[in-house]
């Protein structure tokens, strides 16, 4: 603990670093501990490179797939841009790009660096650091990025909406038809975007900016519609976090043939 | 419900030292923090310094730190709390004290003057002000603001780090960055001031780590974190770090 902030010389002398006797700690924790167990979960699946496909499902790791050791996915995500000489799991090409949107989102810098960096664990909780510059410096001052991911995160949702598509054939590719995994896609889909597009820099791109709302009614329109997305941004970062990796799981099971898709018709 | 006995701790002392001291006083249905510091005054320690006002939550006089969290002592209810429980009150702490629970809090007035200030349209006369409703409706949720100065307290940026009081305008101040911006008549830029670069250059926007303490604590309930620091901060990546929105504003420039 440094001796400055709460207990600098001019301040209250107070020892404790907070006086804080609810338990503040709960939320930071419970937090990291559920980062932490995606990040475990999701970083084996993505280097697994196997059972990543039962036909006519794809798991959203790996979609799009862009290399040549991808399985075959007939009618499916497949785009051989990195050829053959890419030798590891093609789930990290694609990855990037969702695990950039959500590190710098300004709800998970929110939550890691009270969960992880204790900056600050909680409201009026004295945190351990002696220094702090905030975003103002390298590499933390590359969060300004974020639109950029964001821009990436609508095309990889378009992708995982082909995916969904897709979803309604059979494991023989006929079309007309719907398995328990379509329903498991759909709601990992309809999260997805509901978290893309309540993202705050979807609602600056779409009308935030603006300083007169009332000469773009249509961009007004918009910017209240993701505002009030935007007020459950937390809740959908969770929610969508969770559904794409169950989406995940459930490929998983039926690839590794642990279970039979139930087909519904 | 009846009045009962409860125990306080309240801090005592000034800039050259002090601690928390024991209290038993009555408390009665329906009160608040505030009244039982009053009747600690009237009862116990008549010299116990307190700064308050209205009582009603629109001053933002009687901040104060109440179990460690940042509080309005007079919209602190004590029913919130159990009757066996023991109740702390100090003084804000990221603000030099005074004596008691009062503090110095003229750093925010400081970081207030720093905000340049409205910047009228020209040829607009005082009384010929007109705009939409929906051109004011953030800059409305700014004005709530009651100057407690408990975001101001609660932020860790200045709060643990009082070498960063210099750079930080802290999360109040930035917020009045961002209203003016926002501001539909408001005409800075015309004169050559930028406020989205200066949110960031001048008044220490990049400092802010949205982990929205100051929403939390805001007694109006104001969004300080959503509707003031991260719009303003993607008003700042605008200017300062993204190329293609550079470029278009060198392409055409057009007013929105």
């Given at each position: 603990m440094n001796n400055g902030g709460v207990r600098s010389r001019t301040r209250a002398a107070i020892d404790a670093p907070h006086l804080r006797t609810d338990r503040w700690w709960l939320a930071p924790a419970a937090t990291a501990a559920g980062l932490l167990a995606f990040v475990v979960y999701s970083t084996w699946r993505a280097f697994?490179?196997?059972?990543?496909?039962a036909a006519p499902y794809v798991s959203p790791f790996y979609s799009p797939c862009l290399a040549e050791n991808c399985e075959t996915m007939r009618g499916g995500?497949?785009?051989?841009?990195?050829?053959?000489?890419?030798?590891?799991?093609?789930?990290i090409l694609i990855l990037i790009f969702p695990l950039g949107f959500r590190l710098t989102c300004y709800y998970y810098r929110k939550a890691y660096y009270r969960g992880f960096w204790a900056s600050p664990p909680a409201c009026a909780v004295a945190e351990p650091h002696k220094k702090y510059t905030g975003e103002t410096r390298f590499p933390l001052v590359l969060q300004n990025i974020h639109r950029y991911f964001f821009y990436a995160a609508i095309l990889v949702a378009g992708i995982l909406s082909y995916d969904t598509v897709l979803s309604f054939r059979d494991e023989h590719y006929a079309w007309g038809h719907m398995g328990l995994g379509t329903l498991v896609f759909l709601a990992n889909i309809v999260l997805i975007w509901a978290y893309t597009i309540s993202c705050h820099s979807c609602r600056h791109i779409v009308g935030g900016k603006l300083k007169h709302f009332s000469r773009h009614p249509v961009r007004y329109r918009m910017w209240q519609f993701v505002g009030k997305l935007n007020a459950r941004h937390m809740l959908l970062a969770w929610a969508s976090l969770v559904s794409v990796a169950l989406a995940d799981f459930y490929v998983y099971l039926v690839a590794s043939g642990v279970f039979d898709d139930p087909r519904f018709f | 419900m009846s009045g009962y006995t409860a125990h306080f701790k309240v801090w005592r002392g000034d800039g050259q030292g002090g601690g928390l001291e024991d209290f038993k006083v009555e408390v009665n249905d329906g009160e608040v923090v505030l009244d039982i510091i009053h009747r600690l005054q009237a009862?116990?320690?008549?010299d116990l310094a307190v700064r308050w006002n209205?009582?009603?939550?629109?001053?933002?006089?009687?901040s104060a730190e109440i179990n460690g969290r940042p509080r309005l002592m007079c919209m602190t209810r004590m029913s919130v709390y159990d009757r066996d429980e023991t109740i702390t009150v100090t003084p804000l702490r990221a603000f030099p004290v005074v004596r008691d629970l009062v503090t110095d809090v003229g750093f925010n007035y400081r970081k207030a003057r720093e905000v340049p200030s409205f910047v009228p349209p020209a040829g607009v006369g005082p009384g010929e002000y007109r705009m939409f409703q929906e051109d004011v409706d953030r800059p409305q949720e700014f004005r709530k603001c009651i100057e407690c100065f408990l975001c101001q307290d609660t932020c860790h940026v200045v709060r643990d780090h009082e070498e960063n009081k210099t750079a930080f305008a802290g999360p109040r101040f930035l917020m009045r960055v961002a209203e003016l911006d926002m501001h539909p008549l408001d005409a800075a830029a015309e004169t050559g001031l930028d406020r989205k670069k200066t949110a960031q250059d001048?008044?220490?926007?990049?400092?802010?780590?949205?982990?929205k303490c100051c929403t939390e604590v805001c007694p109006e309930g104001i969004k300080i974190t959503d509707n003031a620091l991260i719009p303003l901060k993607e008003r700042a990546v605008d200017r300062k770090y993204d190329p293609l929105v550079w470029l278009g504003s060198k392409i055409r420039r057009r007013s929105s």
């Open positions: 697994a490179n196997a059972d990543y496909y995500p497949n785009w051989e841009i990195f050829g053959s000489w890419w030798g590891i799991s093609p789930a | 009862t116990q320690v008549p209205c009582k009603a939550g629109k001053c933002g006089s009687c001048e008044h220490g926007l990049g400092y802010c780590n949205i982990t």
